[in-house]
């Protein structure tokens, strides 16, 4: 069983020595109740290495893996299962930004246009497959067991419908742990979005694919001696 905890990526990690908000306060309660209840195996998460940098950056102090901290206090095995940077590039992964980018590259004037909530979409649509195909190879070894898995709140509806295709069972333990009322509404835009215009969405990639003659390049390349083949393309599917 897979029980999943949607948060706001903001409580995954916390400076050195530094003290936690409330959010990550009720973050930390949620995750010591499951663990306490449901006796995983694992504690996973989105979330990696390059995140942990980000957040760094971002905070301008070292931080450390909440999820870690609180999961080695329980004994309890901590996994990393977000790709770094070079191999989400490397699938293809193009971000909002990347999406917005081939949008502009078309000629369009459709009503149903919407510059915001199209690479959004697209996001969603296009390449939140990818990084979920890849959870799921990085959890293949436990899937039969116990296992916590930690995700950004939107994840908990596309991972969910992506475990139950594939015949795993699944529980919601909690959700938008620590998403202020500005990104809850934007996710809830986004979905209504994709609701009602998911064949349009579906047109403007076919387009942005004869765009590239068929093949999207990825929005970052990195030395392929430092980053190595890329594990899978567009079209991988998880088995």
Request: proline share 5%; net charge negative.
């Amino acid at each position: 069983m897979i029980y999943l905890i949607g948060v706001e990526h903001r409580v995954q990690s916390i400076p050195v020595g530094g003290e936690e908000t409330a959010d990550q306060n009720k973050y930390r309660l949620c995750l010591e109740q499951a663990i306490q209840q449901y006796q995983p195996t694992v504690v996973a998460e989105e979330y990696s290495e390059d995140a942990l940098k980000r957040s760094e950056l971002l905070g301008n102090r070292p931080q450390e893996f909440f999820t870690r901290k609180i999961t080695t206090a329980r004994n309890v095995k901590h996994v990393l299962c977000d790709p770094d940077l070079k191999t989400k590039y490397s699938m293809g992964y193009q971000e909002r930004t990347g999406w917005a980018m081939q949008i502009s590259r078309l000629s369009m004037r459709d009503s149903r246009l919407d510059r915001r909530l199209l690479p959004a979409a697209l996001e969603v649509l296009k390449d939140f497959p990818l990084r979920e195909k890849y959870w799921l190879r990085q959890l293949k070894d436990v899937l039969g067991q116990e296992v916590v898995f930690v995700c950004g709140d939107y994840h908990v509806d596309t991972f969910g419908v992506r475990l139950k295709d594939n015949g795993i069972p699944f529980q919601v333990v909690e959700r938008q742990i620590g998403m202020p009322a500005e990104l809850i509404e934007e996710s809830e835009q986004i979905k209504a979005y994709i609701e009602r215009n998911s064949e349009y969405v579906e047109h403007v990639f076919q387009e942005i694919l004869k765009l590239n003659s068929g093949k999207i390049r990825p929005l970052f390349t990195f030395d392929e001696e430092e980053s190595g083949p890329a594990p899978s393309d567009r079209e991988t599917n998880f088995s």
